[in-house]
Each structure stands twice: as C-alpha cells, then as structure tokens.
Nanobody, 119 residues
Framework: QVQVVESGGGLVQPGGSLRLSCAAS????????MGWYRQTPGQQRELVATITSDITSGVTVYADSVKGRFTISRDNAKNMVYLQMNNLKPEDTAVYYCFVDVARVGGYWGQGTQVNVSS
C-alpha cells in the first residue's frame, strides 16, 4: 500500500508564489516518474509537470502554460516531489494533484490541494 499526500496550497494574489509538496510513503521499492496535475470544475485533469527518476537523469516535462514560471524537483531520499510556482496567474487556480509511479506496484494519486489565485 502506498500513500500520497500533498500540501502547500492556498490563496495567493496574482504575481505571487506558492510551493507545493508531495510525500509518498508505504511499500515503496523505487519511484519512477513523479508529477503534478491540476483540475478545474468541469474540466479534465491536465498535466502540469513531471520528473523522471535519477536513473533516467531526472528529465522534466512542463505544460506550455507554466514553462518559465513553475519548477518541479524531487528528493529521492525522502520520496518527495515539489512544485515551485512563481508569477501565478488567475488561470492557475485549480486543485493540484500529485502522481507517483511506484516500480513493481503502479501509479498513485494524492487527494489534491486547492490553489486559488485571486486579488
């Protein structure tokens, strides 16, 4: 069993910053890809950013809408992934979900953390 827990969401003004954290725990042999997705009401969940494991050199992928503003990183020793979000815009408002792909087990989602960007 694997648990995934996000934290760090909240309310921020446009142009502000937030840092999301995600911790994976439980029966983990090795984590492959980790990532962040977001969803707004009535819309499909969309990719924000992903990062592969050190074995594959920690390759990152970003949605075009967040390139240059968001940075994904991970701490393999702690089974954690982070999302630094700068210059936030109202359109970044969403529930942000962490995804963890655990080797030999499968993929797991967190419960989500709300990010609101509003003046």
């Amino acid at each position: 069993q694997v648990q995934v827990v996000e934290s760090g969401g909240g309310l921020v003004q446009p142009g502000g910053s937030l840092r999301l954290s995600c911790a994976a725990s439980g029966s983990i042999f090795r984590i492959k890809t980790m990532g962040w997705y977001r969803q707004t009401p009535g819309q499909q969940r969309e990719l924000v950013a992903t990062i592969t494991s050190d074995i594959t050199s920690g390759v990152t992928v970003y949605a075009d809408s967040v390139k240059g503003r968001f940075t994904i990183s991970r701490d393999n020793a702690k089974n954690m992934v982070y999302l630094q979000m700068n210059n936030l815009k109202p359109e970044d408002t969403a529930v942000y979900y962490c995804f963890v792909d655990v080797a030999r087990v499968g993929g797991y989602w967190g419960q989500g953390t709300q990010v609101n960007v509003s003046s």
